[in-house]
């Protein structure tokens, strides 16, 4: 087989070492040497200077967690580095060490077998981490959420069922009271905002409970780690448009899709990048996402057609604001998802919806154009 790279490195990447296999191509012969480094960054710049001494050229990894980010800051604009798919490059089984799988790596790197996985720069890995926190904390608020209801039930407290949203305007008006000391139904339900659908005497039976000061001290607690949470959640919005503001204008031709709001629009910029020379085609971009059927055939019969994972913040998404999308009426997503829904179910024409959004969102980007 045809080597494409002489001399080039192999890492197999771990918490606490990295098992490095320099291989090198001299007079026909190849051969490999073998050396482990902490990834500490003393030991990630010997690791640096050793692949320099055999004069390296590229050097690939597997993505590991996030252990493979500190070795790729380090290399990085010293090598030609590759990033690996670990479902993509497996080994023969039984020959499961550190060291045989840096070699393997080397071998599959030397004869261009490996397919480099997308890296985003700097500046868009960090606009990831932001979009990426906002939804861990936005969940985290549902879970305390859920937890106050839990509360309430437990004391007996129908409110749940009573208004549409626990911490809105009426329901924190009467958590707060509640924590307060405040028990007395009526008094609780002269709380209530005028636009709640509920009547009053309707609240006032909900709100006859048995609260301790067990259930107030909860309460107490779980409304404090809301509002800590909310706290945080406008400080990393606050950073999300100043490191958006360059590209405000894109950001709003996006919010022009059907379904698109600020949010998602903002997670599609911090996933792909701006960047669209990195996908050859829209196709290439839907796949990458994991938003179109995957191909297994054998004998004349497609088997396994399922979608693979792809990029789980992305596709969540999209999925969201596909659902936003088919309820507008007399739009095209509607009756996209209305025509494969016919034949194929709800769940692949939701898909669809999705994957022809992102294609949408592909030549927005690339283009600059609505």
Sequence with gaps: MEVLHARCAGLDVHKDIVVACARVVAEGKATQDVRSFTTTTTGLTSLAEWLASHSCTHVAMEATGVYWKPVW??????????????????????RKTDVNDAMW????????LIRG??????????LRDLTRTRKQL???VAQ?????????????LKLTGTISDVLGLTGRAILDAIVAGESNPEKLADLAHHGIRASREKLIEVLRGNVTEHHRFMLRLHLGQVDA?????????VELGKALAPERALV??????????KVVAQVIVAEIGLDMSRFPTAGHLVSWAGLCPRMDESAGKRRNTRIRKGDPWLKTALVQGAWAAVAKKA???????ARIKARRGAKKAIIAVAASMLTAAFHILRDGVV
């Design 252 to 261: 709003d031709c996006l919010t022009t899709m059907p379904g698109v709001g």
């Design 73 to 94: 800051h380090v290399l990085e604009g010293r090598f030609a580095l590759v990033l690996a798919n670990a479902m993509h490059i497996r080994n023969v089984p039984g």
């Design 331 to 337: 739009s095209y997503a509607r009756s996209l998802f």
């Design 138 to 140: 936005v969940r985290e």
């Design 105 to 112: 790596i080397a071998d599959l790197l030397a004869h261009g």
């Design 144 to 156: 305390h959420t859920q937890r106050i209801q839990k509360t309430l039930e437990a004391s007996n």
């Design 229 to 237: 949470l909310r706290k945080s959640i406008e400080e990393v919005e």
């Design 117 to 126: 996985s997308f890296v985003p720069p700097a500046d868009v890995q960090r």
